[in-house]
């Protein structure tokens, strides 16, 4: 079966680093995308790793290492706006052809 | 561009009644929709995968008699909640994939709005 891990709450105030983790086993797996979602909303595509390494979008960045099947997006001087539950999804392949499978999500709460 | 829209945005019903849901991509080609269920403070848990002009391919749990999708068209597909009970209330979301959007690496899907269901 497939199965991602997330932290279920991470806590951090304006101005400050946060890193949430994601470990994952999946068959078909060809990338790790990252997802944000504000209450009541539609998830927003925020970042995608299909290779080892490190991609920057502004103040996002996000990590993979598929060795370790594991993965991390990184949120950068933090606002009150981005306070919002973030999906870490694998992107893989089965019979029905390219899919996403989404973790239970982080919700990230910035404090003034 | 890649906007994909839902139809209604929230609805209320009956137990027993059949609720229809409309999906669109408003500016591109969906080759493929997806159907996402959301129960509240939850993560997205696929429902099916539907290609345009075939049979919806249902995940594993999922009645697809209960569930019926229909993606006649490369941009519109309907899920329709057939005798809904109030265990089906949850929040409907679809996403699209396909030819013309402007899609970030990875093959990555656009979600719409999604679509809240209550069932009384």
């Known amino acids: 079966g497939q199965s991602l891990e997330q932290p279920s709450e991470v806590t951090a105030v304006e101005g400050a680093i946060v890193q949430i983790n994601c470990t994952y086993q999946?068959?078909?797996?060809?990338?790790l995308s990252w997802y944000q979602q504000h209450d009541g909303g539609a998830p927003t595509f925020l970042s995608y790793?299909?290779?080892?390494g490190l991609e920057e979008t502004g103040r996002f960045s996000s990590f993979l290492s598929r060795s370790d099947s594991y993965g991390y997006l990184l949120l950068q001087e933090l606002q009150m706006k981005d306070s919002a539950s973030y999906f870490c999804?694998?992107?893989?392949?089965?019979?029905?052809?390219?899919?996403?499978?989404f973790g239970g999500g982080t919700r990230l709460m910035v404090k003034p | 561009g890649a906007v994909v829209s839902q139809h209604p945005s929230w609805v209320i019903c009956k137990s027993g009644t059949s609720v229809k849901i409309e999906c669109r991509s408003l500016?591109?080609?969906?080759?493929?929709m997806f159907w996402y269920r959301q129960f509240p403070k939850q993560s997205l848990m696929l429902m099916a995968t539907s290609n345009e002009g075939s049979k919806a391919t249902y995940e594993q749990g999922v009645e697809k008699d209960k569930f019926l999708i229909n993606h006649a068209s490369l941009t519109l597909s309907t899920l329709t909640v057939t005798s809904a009970h109030p265990e089906d209330s949850s929040f409907y979301i679809c996403?699209?994939?396909?030819?013309?959007?402007?899609?970030?690496?990875?093959?990555?899907?656009?979600f719409g709005p999604g679509t809240r269901l209550t069932v009384l």
């Open positions: 790793n299909a290779l080892d």
């Open positions: 996403s699209a994939r396909g030819l013309g959007a402007r899609d970030p690496p990875g093959d990555t899907q656009y």
């Open positions: 999804a694998v992107n893989r392949n089965n019979n029905a052809g390219n899919m996403l499978t």
């Open positions: 500016d591109f080609q969906a080759t493929t």
């Open positions: 999946t068959s078909g797996f060809y990338g």
